[in-house]
C-alpha cells in the first residue's frame, strides 16, 4: 500500500454568522493515500466544499487535525501555509476563475509568477502545459475566445503549474458537456500517472465518480459511507447506474 498523503482526525468546521454558529463538518475522519483518486459526494449543503477548503489550506479547521504528508496544517505558520497552498496543491474550481484579462498562457504563468519561477523557465513550462492539456495552439487566447471545456483545460495546467503533488477539484466537470467531462477525466487520469498526482473531487457528476478508486459520502457534516472500487464498478455495471447510482450513495 502506498503512504498516505492527506488524513483528518476529527476535522471539523463551524462557521459563526452573527451570534448563530454553523456546524458545516464534524468528527470527520479520512484517509486517502498517494496516487488515489477520491470522489467526495453529498447532497448540497453537507460540507464538501468546506472540506476541500480544509485539505487545500484555504480554511483552518475549527476542531481536529488535518494533516497531509505528516504535517499538521494548523502547525504551519501563515507564510507556510501560502506556501503550501501555492506548491503542494492545485485547484480546479467549478467555473475555472480564469483571469479574464490574460491569455490562457499568461492564466498558467501566473501561479509561477507568485512562486517566483524565473521568466524563461515560466514560459516554458507554460507552453508544455498547455500542449499537455490539448491546447498549444490557444496560448494566445483570451478566456472569452475560448469554449468552456477549453477555458476548463487551461485552469486544469494553471493548477498543475508548480507541479502539486494534490490536486483538488470542486465540480471540475459542473459546467461541462458529458463528452468534454469525458475527455477532462481522462487527461487528468493520464496526468496523475504521469505525475504520481492525488486527485480529490467534489462532484455530483456519475461520469467522474465512475472514474475514481474510491467514495465519501457526506451527509450533513458527516461522512456517512465509503464506496471501494468494486462498489463503484458494480453499480456500473448496473443498467440503473447513470440515474440512480448517486441517490443510492446519498
Ligand atoms: N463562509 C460561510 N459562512 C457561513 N456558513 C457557511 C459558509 N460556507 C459554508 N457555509 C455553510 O456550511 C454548510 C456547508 O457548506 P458547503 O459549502 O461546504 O456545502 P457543499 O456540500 O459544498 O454544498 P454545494 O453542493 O451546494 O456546493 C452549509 O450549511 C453552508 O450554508
Ligand atoms: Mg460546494
Redesign the pocket.
Known sequence: MSEVVVQTLHAAKS?T?GRLS?A?LSGINLEIRKGETVAIV??????????LNLIGGLDTPTGGKVIVEGTDLSELSDDQLSRYRLRKVGFIFQFYNLMRTLTAIENVEFPMSLAKVPKKEQRDRATELLRAVGLQLRANHMPDEMSGGEQQRVAVARALANNPSILLGDEPTGDLDSKSAKALMDLLRSLRKDRQMTLIF?T?DPLVVARCDRVYA?RD?KITKEFTKKDIESAKLSEKYDNTMLEGIY
Not at 42 to 51: E, V
Request: aromatic residues 6%; glycine residues 22%.
Open positions: 462557521y454568522r454553523i458545516a453529498g447532497p448540497s449543503g453537507s460540507g464538501k466544499t468546506s472540506l467534489v455530483h457526506v457534516g
